[in-house]
């Protein structure tokens, strides 16, 4: 039977050996699957994806999000980053290394374990491997909204409005819980849910097919570019289509107190403030393109590196 087309590829790729020196193993599988088991690995290995890639492109996120919430063009987000000094670029880079590190590994370990669980439930119902793996791609998207308050943090440190009211990413989560309750860390949660669960179903979904359609690699190096490419080309492509949710989320997760606003509602004020211009709304979405291209093929290339190494 023909793979399915939300088969990962990581599962159609056959397990290479570790790396070896005079005939000595420096890399053993082994170890890892005796201490994280045989699904622990796509844990480990999307968490350290993620945590090498927000290493490289912060700045440019953060670039990314003085557009999201101010609407301004990319150079005038520049300049604010470099009134802002140089001792603040790095500002609120904890809580996304925290939360991209375990989001990503969530994902990739959940969608493995969730497909596995319900294949084997669904096997005998005649029920398409297709749907049964893009209901667990949405599940393992959904849960991932667990680390909301994550993001909420980071939005805050970032939004130079705060800056001095929140030190830290410590200061920030006792302010928000001691002042306003645990729900203040979840403003901003029904964008994330709107967001995670679709475009985990068409990662997951598109992932194989379009690696199918990239010419065949005969290298390791090969095969690290056609990840790359596979990864950034669906990262950039669902970054624009679900840009207006982000949008929504970072105007939604920059008040601190009040009244916990509609989606909707949110959607429309930023809409009338920019004009009633799809153009001003999407503004930034050109860099968030070129993000997302460059984060998701580091993210798919350096995962299924390591998957082929452990």
């Not at 023909?2 to 005939?23: C, F, H, I, N, Y």
């Not at 945590?51 to 440019?60: A, C, G, R, S, V």
């Not at 987000?77 to 000094?85: I, N």
């Not at 009211?165 to 729900?183: D, M």
């Amino acid at each position: 039977m023909a793979v399915s087309t939300m088969d990962s590829e990581s599962a159609r790729t056959p397990q290479t050996q570790a790396l070896t020196k005079g005939g000595h193993s420096l890399l053993s599988a082994g170890i890892l699957t005796a201490r994280f088991g045989p699904q622990g690995k796509h844990y480990v290995c999307g968490s350290l994806a993620a945590f090498t890639n927000i290493l490289l492109t912060f700045p440019i996120q953060k670039v990314l999000f003085r557009q999201q919430l101010h609407g301004v063009l990319a150079i005038d987000a520049v300049r604010q980053l470099q009134r802002d000094g140089l001792r603040n670029l790095y500002r609120g880079l904890l809580p996304p290394l925290l939360q991209k590190s375990t989001t990503v590994a969530i994902m990739f370990g959940l969608y493995e374990d969730f497909s596995r669980v319900l294949l084997d439930h669904a096997g005998s119902s005649g029920v398409p491997e297709l749907i049964t793996r893009s209901f667990a791609a949405a599940l393992a998207g959904t849960a991932e909204a667990i680390l909301t308050p994550f993001e909420r943090v980071q939005t805050l440190l970032q939004d130079h409005r705060h800056h001095g009211r929140f030190n830290n990413t410590a200061h920030t989560f006792r302010t928000l819980v001691t002042e306003y309750g645990v729900r203040e860390c979840y403003r901003g949660l029904v964008p994330i849910l709107l967001r995670n669960g679709p475009s985990n179903v068409l990662f997951f979904g598109l992932r194989g097919p379009i690696k199918e359609q990239l010419p065949e690699a005969t290298s390791k190096a090969g095969n690290l570019v056609n990840d790359f490419v596979c990864g950034g080309l669906l990262g950039a492509g669902l970054g624009i289509m679900f840009y207006p949710l982000n949008v929504v989320k970072s105007r939604a997760q920059s008040q601190v107190g009040g009244a916990f606003n509609p989606c909707r509602e949110v959607l429309l004020t930023v809409w009338r403030e920019r004009g009633g211009s799809i153009a001003m709304l999407f503004r930034g979405a050109h860099l968030n393109y070129h993000r997302s291209l460059l984060s998701w093929g580091i993210i798919n290339a350096t995962y299924e590196l390591l998957l082929k190494l452990l």
